[in-house]
DNA sequence: CTAAAACCTGTGAGCTACTCACAGGTCAAA
DNA sequence: TTTGACCTGTGAGTAGCTCACAGGTTTTAG
């Protein structure tokens, strides 16, 4: 019972503490019911979304405890989205360069490496690029 | 002589093939010269522009071998370029879905899980979205 | 009934591109 | 000469899976 999703993800969610399906005492065999079958598809969910594991098993626990998790979902969610947008703008800034050194490039000879450039085409790019996919 | 990278990236960088000093016979110290600085240098932007570590390695074999790898580097550069885009849209429409959601849940109690949600605000998240943040 | 195919188990490694920790050798300044 | 700053190689850790392996179980076909 995957559900679309691989079983070595769920195993691995399993080892992770996410599920926590009981286990067949004949054969060790691990039974997963609808509401592992519900905590993997949240947790899918929230993956798709953004959220880390450790977000992910917090929010779980917290659902576990009774208490709503709802309003820390919605704290991570927007933080989420800021960083997204983030993401994009950077993205935006590194494509515009691309785009600049395309065309820049269309002047510019192939050249062999002559033994003091090896590709002028990159080393030509400059300007500072600010890290190009992390945390900041 | 990191040049503002990391030692530890150098040596990595070294460890990997794409910088090879000479040694100092009398400590095993390594020696870059400026070929390798060059290199370093070249791998540095390489890699803010998306570059992997193969695809660089790969410019510096062809740049070793007195081939000109410029013809190929445009290349990968226009597949990374188009990469970019794609990421780009991705994290568009996430973002898009994201304001959308949020807005949705103005409206939404929190709502302590009750056995058969988890948190609404997730679970009630739907339509496929397109993996992440990964390769199609 | 049996043999092969299919699925389950835990453990451990591999992916990317570093980064950091550790133990020990080397070297320059005070 | 001692202290501190550097250098060395090796190995582990990061995130989130994914895959390989060896062995046990269960289902299915004949």
Same mark, same amino acid.
């Given at each position: 019972m995957g559900a679309g999703v691989n079983p070595d993800t769920v195993r691995f969610y399993t080892r992770e503490g996410l599920l926590k399906p009981a286990?067949? $005492?004949d054969n060790?065999?691990?039974?997963y019911d !609808?509401?592992?079958?519900?905590?993997?598809r949240f947790a899918r969910k929230a993956r798709?979304? =953004?959220?880390s594991l450790p977000e992910i098993?917090?929010?779980?626990?917290? !659902?576990? &405890? &009774?208490?709503? $998790?709802?309003? +820390?979902?919605r704290d991570v969610f927007q933080q989420r989205l800021a960083e997204v947008?983030?993401?994009? !703008?950077?993205?935006?800034q590194l494509r515009n360069r691309m785009n600049a050194a395309l065309s820049a490039?269309?002047? +510019? $000879? &192939? =050249?062999t490496p &002559? =033994?003091?450039?090896i590709c002028q085409l990159i080393e030509h790019w400059d300007e500072a690029v600010p890290e190009t996919g992390k945390k900041e």
């Open positions: 286990r067949n $005492p060790n065999y691990q039974l !609808a509401e592992d079958l519900r905590r993997l798709q979304l =953004g959220f098993r917090q929010i779980l626990e917290q !659902a576990e &405890d &009774d208490h709503s $998790p709802c309003p +820390m979902v947008e983030r993401e994009i !703008a950077e993205l935006q490039w269309q002047d +510019m $000879p &192939d =050249g &002559d =033994g003091h450039t």
